[in-house]
């Protein structure tokens, strides 16, 4: 069965330190592969998407993640973080033809000062 | 353009009771997904709505259901609430069938 996994449930960083947030995928294609971010009480917001070409991939909020086929990962990161990325972050999986996307359990990150 | 919204953004109801939640796509989407993020589990996929249709659902009990109308809104129902029914309830959409879908604010339901 198609799952996503973020092993880690919680990190924490200091302001100004470099993040990595973690995803695995099981699935026997290449899946579309996103990244949502939620702050507390709000909505998921799209932080950017996988579906082919170049391997690494920019989005918003000066976030990038990175596609590795070899060990089915697409993991987050972000080269200095802020006290404002404190959020919840979302690994996510879908592919085409629709059907619904799978969400991986989320990890929390902490900011401290 | 409009983001996908949600309505009403708080919602209190007693045991027992029906909850309506309502929701806009994005214009020109015509999928409307639905998730339940309760306290500690995570996304829930609810329902999939497309083109009117329920295309597919979630591990809920009956008593979840929705429908969507003809300008591609949607409404969930939630019929004899149940204390383990609070929770966020967020509403997304996307074009038919497609690979991205946008997620609305949530409409906090708390069942007392």
């Known amino acids: 069965a198609q799952s996503v996994t973020q092993p880690d449930i919680h990190i924490t960083v200091s302001e100004g330190a470099s993040l990595e947030l973690r995803c695995n995928y099981s699935?026997?294609?290449?899946?579309?592969l996103f990244w949502y971010v939620q702050s507390p009480g709000q909505g998921l917001q799209l932080l950017l998407k996988?579906?082919?070409?170049?391997?690494l991939v920019q989005g918003i909020k000066g976030f990038e993640a990175e596609f590795k086929r070899s060990q089915s990962s697409f993991n987050l990161r972000k080269p200095s973080v802020h006290w404002s990325d404190a959020a919840e972050y979302f690994c996510?999986?879908?592919?085409?033809?629709?059907?619904?996307?799978?969400f991986g359990a989320g990890t929390r990150l902490f900011v401290k000062a | 353009e409009a983001g996908v919204t949600q309505s009403p953004t708080h919602l209190i109801k007693t045991r027992g009771q029906q909850a309506t939640l309502r929701c806009s796509p994005i214009?020109?989407?015509?999928?409307v997904y639905w998730y339940q993020q309760a306290l500690g589990l995570g996304l829930q996929f609810l329902l999939w709505?497309?083109?009117?249709?329920?295309?597919n659902r979630g591990n809920f009990p009956p008593r979840f259901s929705g429908r969507q109308f003809p300008n591609y809104s949607s409404e969930l129902n939630v019929n004899a609430l149940e204390l383990e029914d609070s929770a966020l309830y967020l509403c997304?959409?996307?074009?038919?069938?497609?690979?991205?879908?946008?997620f609305g604010e949530g409409s906090w339901l708390t069942v007392v």
């Open positions: 699935y026997g294609a290449t899946p579309y």
């Open positions: 997304a959409s996307s074009y038919s069938q497609g690979n991205t879908i946008y």
């Open positions: 996510a999986v879908g592919w085409p033809g629709g059907f619904k996307t799978i």
């Open positions: 214009s020109g989407h015509t999928s």
């Open positions: 709505y497309d083109e009117g249709e329920e295309r």
């Open positions: 996988y579906f082919s070409g170049d391997t």
